[in-house]
């Protein structure tokens, strides 16, 4: 009732909720690094490398609950001071970034599914874990060398031996 005494009309929202069945559940054990000493963040990722869901490992094992589904790709870093989220380097404070790692393959959920993975964290260089998928800046395709002068000579209707380097 607003000040004029006026009443609104009722008004009826009803809200849908998803059941258990619809979800997927996703378990990481983790290994290759001193996962049950240290605070691991597991980040589940869409294909556009954005953050989808978010958690910490407990004892070496990572658990995401109620996963729509879908195809994900995941990163883990590890949290070295616990703040929560990923720090890049300090170079005043003599600081590295905290390490980052990528699950090196896409992981599809489905409804009704427990899905469960190990992950050694170590097994491959960090420089090769980022699927190509997810990469933004996608490594060249070998490059082709031009020989010009070998164009040149077919314009003007000259042969042109390739590998002496030699008009006819």
């Known amino acids: 009732m607003d000040i004029y005494g006026l009443v609104s009309k009722p008004y009826k929202q009803g809200i849908k909720v998803k059941t258990l ?3 997927s559940t ?3 054990n983790i290994s290759g690094v001193d996962a049950v000493d240290s605070t691991i963040v ?3 990722l869409n294909s556009s490398d954005a953050v989808i869901k ?3 490992a407990k004892g070496g094992t990572a658990k995401l609950n ?6 994900y790709f995941f990163r883990a870093y590890i949290d070295a001071n616990g703040n929560g989220k990923w720090d890049t380097g300090n170079y005043d404070a003599d600081c590295q970034a905290e390490a980052v790692y990528y699950y090196p393959k896409e992981i599809e959920c489905k409804e009704k ?3 469960t993975e ?3 964290l170590t097994s491959t260089p960090r420089f090769r874990q980022k699927p190509l998928t997810i990469t933004k800046q996608k490594p060249d ?3 082709q060398l031009k020989n010009r002068n070998v164009e040149r000579a077919k314009q003007l209707g000259i042969e042109y031996l390739k590998t002496k380097g030699i008009r006819l």
């Open 21 to 23: 069945e619809e979800y």
């Open 141 to 143: 395709k070998a490059k």
């Open 118 to 120: 190990s992950w050694n």
């Open 42 to 44: 597991v980040q589940m």
């Open 54 to 56: 978010e958690t910490r």
């Open 66 to 71: 109620y996963v729509i589904p879908g195809k």
């Open 26 to 28: 996703l378990v990481f």
């Open 113 to 115: 599914w427990d899905v």
